[in-house]
């Protein structure tokens, strides 16, 4: 990877100059800079994705069987939206009952959720966030959104122009989100990763919690502050990413898909969970607060299980495996079987299943994306569309994504484009079809 600046947290604004050593940042434009040199950015916003692309969703009491897992129930109808989730809870050896991942995160959603409900209240008294005190003028601020636009526009092109269509307050906020996404990304996967430390990421977690209170450090943070006092986002989420970066410090594999969802959640999902309180959800919609946010964390989750299965190859060369153990074993696969490259029938097998599943992801984000605002559906929908085709394109490739990578040409890209902002002029269901679903 080659890269000249990349803008890291600490007590007076420093950031690596590529050798290792810490040199106080002068300005904004060092994100710029450390941006355009890095060679691979593939987890946050790629190319039309807002995720966080490196490598839960619903009502506890209404279990669906789908193809996340073996052991799950039924099916339900909670407030006329059909909802579906995986057994949440497992039992100890010794008769106790544990938490899932999906559990863990869905207490997320409910927080989140409820916040936005009352937002939506007017006749409640609501908490009063304290004002912004920016780090300079004013015009700080006005550059610091200038800045977040021009990022957005070059390293997530597709996105962007769908994001043109939100209004100014809208868009401008969603760029806040995905410029403070890809900074925390670069912490751990950019070029100069290797001298990141717990320590960094505890800094940069404490930046976080001062832009909350409305004490940003720099000009950029500034911008996101003003985003979080201007709408019902919750900082968990972007805690929990932080915490996904502290598990790319030291953890390589997982040994089952409970352990690669929570993964997913941190470095993907929490973006689905940020977003949704800035696109909006469609006054029409007779939809859930909280299925709309189980759906937006599926389309997080899909398009990282997607990264994930694309970049098999890659991460192995890192020495790093985001797949399954238990599931690999089960498919007659080892871990040697990976570093060696070899596509073989088995592994065929097993990849079909892993693209199933991600396809269901898919298929549940579809029912969320439905629901948002009107302004906001055209660059959600460009994202799903894209994201998916990666899946056709393995496929396409007879599975070898060990040597071959996958990726979306650009007159598909293009073609994609018509036919997202089609299905975005679809308004969200009915009272009566949701009830007849």
Known sequence: MSVAMLWVVSPTSEVFNGVGFLEPARDGNRILDSFRHSSRCKNVISDGSLNKGRKKRQSFSSMNADLRYAFLGCSSLENGVRLSLTSSMVASPAGEIALTSEQKVYDVILKQAAL??????????????????????????????????????????????????????????????????????????????SHITPM????????????????????????????????????????????????????????????????????????????????????????????????????????????ILRDVGEDARRGRIYLPQDELAQAGLSEEDIFA????????????????????????????????????????????LLYRQILDEIEANDYNNFTRRAYVGKPKKILALPVAYAKSLVPPRSSFALLNT
């Not at 900082?235 to 969802?261: A, C, H, T, V």
């Not at 029912?367 to 799903?384: D, Q, T």
């Open 116 to 193: 936005v409900k009352r937002r939506l209240k007017p006749d409640e008294d609501l908490d009063v966030k304290p004002d912004i005190v920016l780090p300079g003028s004013l015009g700080l601020l006005s550059e610091a959104y200038d800045r977040y636009r021009e990022v957005c526009a070059e390293y997530a092109k597709t996105f962007y122009l769908g994001t043109l269509l939100m209004t100014r307050e809208r868009r401008t906020a969603i760029w806040a989100i995905y410029v403070w996404c890809r900074r925390t990304d670069e912490l751990v996967d950019g070029p100069n990763a």
């Open 341 to 384: 490259g070899k596509v073989t029938d088995k592994w065929r097998v097993f990849m079909k299943k892993q693209i199933k599943r991600a396809r269901k992801f898919f298929d549940d984000a579809e029912n969320g994306v439905k629901e948002l605002s009107s302004a906001s559906r055209w660059p959600v929908w460009a994202s799903l």
């Open 200 to 307: 960094a990421l505890d800094r940069w977690e404490a930046r976080l919690e001062d832009i909350f209170r409305g004490h940003p450090f720099d000009m950029l943070n500034a911008a996101l502050a003003d985003t979080v006092s201007r709408f019902p986002v919750d900082i968990q989420p972007f805690r929990d990413m932080i915490e996904g970066m502290r598990m790319d410090l030291w953890k390589s594999r997982y040994k089952n898909f409970d352990e690669l969802y929570l993964y997913c959640y941190y470095v993907a999902g929490t973006v689905g969970l940020m977003s949704v309180p800035i696109m909006g959800i469609a006054p029409e919609s007779q939809a859930t607060t909280e299925s709309v946010y189980n759906n937006a964390l599926a389309l997080g989750l899909a398009n990282q299980l997607t990264n």
